[in-house]
């Protein structure tokens, strides 16, 4: 579908703590809306098997992405895990003026700075059903070692008590379901998955505790 030169158009922004499954839910999304571009984050961290400079990320060394920080070409950028992230400001503008609906994957650092430079973004919050569920998920991934899934786990609940700061939540227990629901925001029928709904707090409350 191309863009719709008459209006601007619109930024999804999608952030979950690591082993959340954001990634493959991602990817489906945009299998499925035509209308969405994804956009392509600068990252330092080293490629993982299969993944492609300029399909995955634009891998970037420190030096060169520090340079970009300091020039201020990013929208957003942060620091996860020792490996820089950041999105490119000039691309993001260029699209959404262009009409173009634009999906970013992203952490929750990243996200509160889009927020507050695009308030106008769409951004959603994706949770695991327990963290049972989240650590078997990274251990199911097979790309890190143990010292880096336990660090995974710990850090996970700070990035899980930041739920709230979104506007949507979608809870990702069974595949499916989650992207059915990640389609109905991307829609417009957004209402039934507001993220100050009682149950999310619940579970919420849960995988923090």
């Not at 060394?61 to 300091?70: A, G, N, P």
């Not at 950041?86 to 509160?112: C, K, P, S």
């Amino acid at each position: 579908m191309s863009p719709d030169l008459h209006r601007r158009g619109r930024l999804y922004v999608i952030a979950a703590p690591s082993g959340t499954g954001k990634t493959s839910l991602v990817r489906a999304l945009m299998e499925r809306s035509p209308s969405l571009a994804f956009s392509i984050s600068h990252t330092t961290r080293k490629p993982r098997p299969n993944e492609i400079d300029g399909r995955d990320y634009h891998f970037t060394d420190r030096s060169r992405f520090e340079s970009m920080v300091q020039a201020g070409e990013f929208l957003e950028h942060a620091e996860v895990f020792d490996n820089l992230y950041g999105t490119g400001r000039r691309n993001v503008e260029a699209a959404l003026a262009a009409g173009r609906d634009l999906l970013l994957e992203i952490d929750w650092q990243g996200a509160t700075q889009v927020r507050q430079r695009l308030p106008e973004a769409i951004d959603i919050f994706i949770l695991p059903p327990s963290r049972a569920a989240l650590e078997l998920r990274l251990r199911g991934r097979a790309t890190d070692s143990e010292e880096v899934i336990q660090r995974r786990l710990r850090d996970s609940v700070t990035e899980l008590s930041r739920w709230h700061e979104f506007r949507y939540v979608v809870v990702n227990e069974h595949f499916d379901r989650a992207l059915a629901d990640l389609q109905h925001i991307v829609a417009g029928d957004a209402a039934a998955f507001r993220a100050d709904r009682a149950d999310v707090a619940d579970l919420a409350a849960g995988l923090v505790a």
